[in-house]
């Protein structure tokens, strides 16, 4: 399960950190939970704020690729 919420709703907890590429943010009091099947996969823009690793009923193995293209 990813967590979606537009990043305007959000509130940074750290600086952006140009290195790692990153910023974090504390949760939003409301958010859209993804959740995802084998197979599926997901496109976020610049302006999506997500929260990968989430639980949505029992643990399970994962695989993450993350791909960045410059828009």
């Known amino acids: 399960m990813i967590l979606y ?4 709703t959000l509130s940074p907890t750290m600086e952006y950190d140009p290195k790692r590429d990153v910023i974090l943010f504390t949760d939003p009091a409301a958010s ?3 959740q995802f099947k084998p ?3 997901a496109i976020f823009y610049p302006q999506d704020g997500h929260k990968p690793g989430c639980i949505a009923s029992a643990p399970s193995t994962v695989k993450k690729v993350v791909i960045k293209a410059k828009v």
């Open 5 to 8: 919420a537009p990043l305007p």
């Open 32 to 34: 859209l939970g993804l």
């Open 39 to 41: 197979g599926d996969f």
